[in-house]
């Protein structure tokens, strides 16, 4: 299982980005996706999911109508586009399989600054 995450970067308040992570080793389209975010000092936090085939979504509160969860069954990518980000949307990112919830991959750092 093999799950690499890009598309982080440096963004100011208010601004967007979308972050990709593409997977391999496993199943990827029988296997719900989610993603997680990590800020410095906290526990790691879920921030979202999404079904297999891309059907259904859901998000934590904090991120609501901000942020949201794509895939391509075809790509073996899962992808995060978030809007509107504050500076509390600071954190690591990082994707996770919900059938093999074991594997992490290296995240993406995201970091909201003027």
């Known amino acids: 299982v093999q799950l690499v995450e890009s598309g982080g970067g440096l963004v100011q308040p208010g601004g967007s980005l979308i972050l990709s992570c593409a997977a391999s080793g496993f199943a990827f389209m029988r296997s719900a996706m989610k993603w997680y975010r990590q800020a410095p000092g906290k526990a790691r936090e879920l921030v979202g999911c999404?079904?297999?085939?891309?059907?259904?979504?859901n998000y934590a509160d904090p991120v609501k109508g901000r942020f949201t969860i794509s895939r391509d069954n075809d790509k073996n990518t899962v992808y995060l586009k978030m809007n509107s980000l504050k500076h509390e949307d600071t954190g690591v990112y990082y994707c996770?399989?919900?059938?093999?919830?074991?594997?992490w991959g290296q995240g993406t750092q995201v970091t909201v600054s003027s």
């Open positions: 996770n399989s919900a059938s093999w919830e074991n594997y």
């Open positions: 999404i079904t297999r085939a891309g059907s259904n979504t």
